[in-house]
């Protein structure tokens, strides 16, 4: 490698992973004090891991859940680092790789900093952030698809050999998070967006071949060792009910633009690090969220996208463009953009999102044909981009569970499309005096913001769980769980063998390493005493100090959890 050559990108990058490393390590830090008590679906995650581990604990039902993050966690738990941390510490490592392949995929459109630029710009919002060290999944599959797509435009620019990389990628991503074979229809687009789809196939198919070989490989070993495990895919099928799900059958029509009210807030909030987003709508009249207010932040992102979209457009029907699609023969391209993208709008949320997906493909094929030749820069880029936002928006729109970090797989589209509009500003303003300057210092000027204003968010928030309910002892209730199990292990090493129920049944399984019912629905039951007394349940871990009636006495307790025992006449 030439040093001098890439010097630029050589201090870019290690700008960004000196920044990132220590937001990570800030973040670590919080919830590593903390716990996972907050996010449930972790200790699912967590008992799969003891699962892979060795450890035999029950809980079958959840075993089919993406296991990859469940699988590299258990490597550690070999190791002796049996703790929620790790799974903590696992999946924030991927955040750095996301922001390591944010900058690739952007160098490969624009210069070192406005890349530098566009990855902080993913790495720190706050939809972002917030689940940067939660063990969950979603991090670790943004990243993978990033990853993913960056080697997918390789192929096609560089070296159609890189399919060989990017193909297991996205089965990688696959078995972390389901969605991420959204990443195929994006990468089969590309096929179609070259001049000759059908020749350029047949010059290249032993590596289109390839790539698909190794992509079989690492799914066929994935489902080997599911099956020699016995373990069902309920993540697959929890993806294929989505997909053949209809909006009358599933979904009010009021959350169809559930993402799009919220859109603010996730790109910047007042109600930052390390606290959640409120689940709600965003109240356009009174520019206020249920949960807070968006920041400065959120405003100047948006005057940038949508300064960039009035240039864009602006430049796209030009004189000089106008001249070139006079040139194009239209008609059918026009009608194909036009019939498929009312199709789609009539059917949308009506059969289902792979009727959807095809319809959308087809109008955004035709469009792009049809705008190919115009004088735009790298318009094939864009376009990847804007299909990969496309497509991912089409997919969570027809899930009828909103949740707020699903919009996440979208957020590194938002950052290209930020950086691309800050390119046709300035392109813009070109021959104004000190431009150059001005191009260097207005993104690192803008990352500093957002880097301030999100220091100062945190500092001036008090902490909260992700549906805002208060715990009376925010960064000890994970710790009050950890010492009720503990206190029973070293005072009744026949715990084991002993019928345990509590109220958080996934917390305490991963603590006592075995299966433990989940009580939470009914515990406040007037027969729930006597229930238990029927099953013959000796002890009863609760999350809060309630009222559990004789024959069981409350022998020990640690800030709010509590451990009740059935005292036998």
Request: hydrophobic residues 50%.
């Amino acid at each position: 490698m030439n040093f001098k050559e890439h010097k630029k990108d050589i201090v870019a990058i290690s700008s960004l992973l000196l920044i990132i490393t220590i937001i990570t390590l800030l973040l670590l830090n919080i919830d590593g004090k903390v716990g996972v008590y907050y996010v449930r679906d972790v200790f699912f995650y967590l008992n799969n891991a003891l699962f892979y581990a060795g450890y035999d604990i029950g809980l079958t039902n959840t075993r089919g859940l993406s296991p990859l993050i469940p699988m590299i966690t258990s490597i550690f738990f070999r190791m002796g680092f049996v703790s929620d941390f790790t799974i903590i510490a696992v999946s924030s490592a991927f955040y750095i790789f996301a922001a390591l392949g944010m900058y690739f995929l952007l160098r490969l459109r624009f210069d070192e900093i406005l890349s530098f630029t566009g990855s902080m710009v993913l790495s720190t919002f706050p939809l972002v952030i917030v689940w940067v060290t939660k063990g969950m999944l979603d991090i670790p599959g943004v990243c993978l698809s990033i990853w993913a797509v960056y080697f997918m435009i390789l192929s096609f620019r560089r070296d159609i050999k890189f399919l060989y990389i990017a193909f297991p990628l996205i089965i990688l991503g696959f078995f972390t998070r389901y969605t991420v074979l959204l990443m195929v229809p994006v990468l089969l687009i590309q096929f179609l967006l070259v001049d000759d789809p059908i020749t350029y196939i047949k010059n290249n198919i032993k590596s289109i071949f390839g790539g698909i070989g190794l992509g079989a490989l690492v799914f066929a070993i994935f489902i080997g060792i599911y099956y020699y495990l016995n373990i069902g895919l309920f993540f697959m099928s929890q993806g294929s009910d989505i997909t053949n799900s209809t909006h009358n059958a599933i979904m009010a029509p009021n959350n169809v633009l559930y993402y799009i009210k919220n859109f603010l807030i996730y790109i910047g909030t007042q109600n930052f690090i390390p606290y959640s987003l409120k689940p709600g709508a965003f109240i356009i009249d009174k520019m206020q969220w249920v949960g807070g207010f968006p920041s400065i932040i959120s405003y100047i992102l948006i005057v940038i996208l949508l300064a960039g979209l009035i240039l864009y457009l602006k430049k796209l029907f030009s004189g000089e463009n106008k001249e070139i699609l006079k040139k194009e023969n239209k008609t059918l391209k026009l009608a194909i953009f036009a019939i498929a993208l009312l199709l789609f709008l009539i059917t949308f949320l009506k059969v289902s999102v792979v009727v959807s997906v095809v319809l959308i493909s087809i109008s955004l094929l035709a469009l792009y044909r049809l705008l190919k030749k115009t004088n735009m820069e790298d318009i094939n880029f864009d376009f990847i981009m804007f299909y990969w936002f496309a497509v991912n928006f089409t997919f969570i729109t027809y899930y009828h569970i909103k949740v707020d970090r699903y919009f996440m797989p979208i957020l590194p589209v938002v950052a290209y499309f930020v950086i691309l509009s800050l390119t046709l500003i300035f392109d813009k303003f070109k021959t104004r005096k000190y431009m150059d300057k001005i191009k260097i210092i207005a993104p690192i000027g803008l990352v500093c913001l957002i880097l301030l204003c999100s220091g100062v968010f945190a500092l001036s928030n008090s902490p909260h769980t992700f549906d805002n309910q208060m715990h009376p002892n925010f960064f000890t209730a994970a710790a009050e769980e950890k010492a009720v199990g503990e206190w029973l292990m070293a005072n009744d090493p026949n715990y084991a063998n002993e019928t345990i129920w509590a109220d958080r049944g996934g917390d305490m399984s991963f603590i006592l390493r075995m299966q433990i019912p989940s009580c939470e629905q009914i515990s406040n039951d007037a027969n729930f005493t006597s229930e238990m007394v029927k099953q013959n349940v000796t002890y009863f871990i609760s999350k809060d100090n309630k009222t559990i009636g004789e024959p069981y006495v409350k022998v020990y307790q640690n800030g709010e959890v509590c451990l009740y025992y059935y005292k036998h006449e």
